[in-house]
């Protein structure tokens, strides 16, 4: 019987290319209402557990489960539709509409229909409000008009979430979501993160140790394609193993 906690459950997830196994017999636990960060070496499988869990690759066996139903081969549009939705590491906005254009977009695809300027103008006008409300809940209400091109690099990592949100998701991906920022960027997106995961469940591919340690309620290690290691960060920054498995960062410690 299915642990009602859990929102995404993989069991004996495994994935091969060509006999190379890339994700290997991973059963990975996600609980309803938290922030869970999966981490490892480079080449440890975070991108492929990823990409099977959004539907972008076909597993070659196990099982994916998200709250309760199995979706180990629906197509990713009825993921998507069920509230799973990934946020990319490259910021998946268009640069030339303004930041609420971009956001509409979000919502609009949420209700299933296309972009469609040609739309009501009250239709438009609630479309209009809601964007603003969600631009305003990642700070950047006052920059609504502005051309997502001129935006900063953190700026566009909100803005990326902020139509991530627009998706009404139930279980958030990050993948790498600091990647590439500087410090006061990575507060700001830190902090964003800790914001609109209240009544969310994010499951995020992050390097950065500090933040991994400050906001995630669980960490799984993956190694080789396998679990290594998983629980709080002070039971996983403790192990042995882990800190083997990070040797080649400065002396094996974590905290970067």
Not at 90 to 100: D, E, K, M, R
Not at 149 to 171: F, N, Q, W
Not at 233 to 243: H, M
């Amino acid at each position: 019987m299915a642990d009602a906690d859990l929102i995404l459950e993989t069991r004996r997830l495994t994935k091969q290319f060509n006999g190379f196994t890339a994700v290997n017999g991973v059963d990975l636990r996600v609980r309803r209402g938290t922030i869970h960060a999966l981490i490892g070496p480079n080449g440890a499988g975070k991108t492929t557990c990823f990409n099977l869990l959004t539907k972008f690759l076909t597993p070659s066996s196990g099982q994916i489960f998200f709250d309760g139903h199995e979706i180990t081969r629906a197509a990713p549009a009825s993921i998507a539709r069920r509230g799973v939705v990934r946020s990319f590491q490259i910021s998946a906005v268009f640069p030339h509409l303004s930041l609420v254009e971009n956001v509409s977009i979000g919502l609009q695809r949420a209700l299933g229909v296309s972009f469609r300027f040609w739309t009501s103008s009250a239709a438009l006008g609630r479309l209009r409000e809601r964007a603003l409300a969600l631009l305003d809940e990642v700070g950047l209400a006052a920059h609504a008009d502005l051309k997502t091109a001129e935006l900063s690099y953190g700026h566009k990592r909100a803005l990326e979430i902020a139509t991530t949100l627009a998706m009404d998701p139930v279980l958030m991906l990050l993948d790498e979501p600091t990647q590439g920022m500087g410090h006061e960027d990575v507060d700001r997106v830190t902090a964003l993160i800790k914001k609109v995961s209240a009544g969310r469940t994010i499951l995020m591919v992050e390097h950065n140790m500090k933040i991994i340690s400050s906001i995630s309620d669980t960490i799984t290690v993956l190694q080789r394609g396998e679990i290594l290691a998983e629980g709080a960060y002070e039971t996983v920054s403790a192990d042995p193993r882990v800190k083997e498995a990070y040797m080649g960062t400065e002396d094996g410690s974590l905290e970067h």
